[in-house]
């Protein structure tokens, strides 16, 4: 019988430490949007949902990467060929309207990196969301690329919203790694 306790408690401890961003971030609207090209990125989204109660939105391109689209190594495919020519960077989505976006207070922003910068696929989002009054974080994946100048470009493009520290992660990112980093934001 003294062990129920023991373990009530430890699960009451093992809880508030699990939800401890959640009392940081008590009365604020969380949306989290993101483009994965991969499902690295969407993964991390994913976590960063849950452990702050935030929305999820897909930023989706209205012609999807193939991975045939997304080789890198080859010249002629399309990241590199809009690589190549900024003025194709260009992304038509199929929204870049979120649902009551007015009543979120912190938008976490996600997307793989691309030569050293956030993915293109994100910019018409940002370059056509008034975040004024929001505090904007953003963050990215990759497996080898640092978090660099993404947070400041992305930042410049919008040209509203307090923007916090960003992060980049890896493909093996855990939740505890997520965790803390949105713990020492908030």
Known sequence: MKKLPMLIAGTVLLTAAVFAAGSRLAGRKVLVVYYSATGTTKGVAEKIAAYTGAALFSLEPAKPYTSADLDWT????????????????????????????????????????????????????VKNTNFAGKKVVPFSTSMSSGFGNIGKNLEKMAGTGTWLSGRRFGGSTTDAEVREWIDRLF
């Open 74 to 125: 080859n010249p002629q495919s399309r990241v590199c060929r809009e690589h190549d020519n900024p003025k194709g960077r260009r992304v038509e989505l199929v929204s870049t309207k979120v649902p009551d976006f007015s009543s979120y207070d912190v938008v976490f922003i996600g997307a793989p990196t691309w030569w050293g910068d956030a993915s293109w696929v994100v910019d018409e989002f």
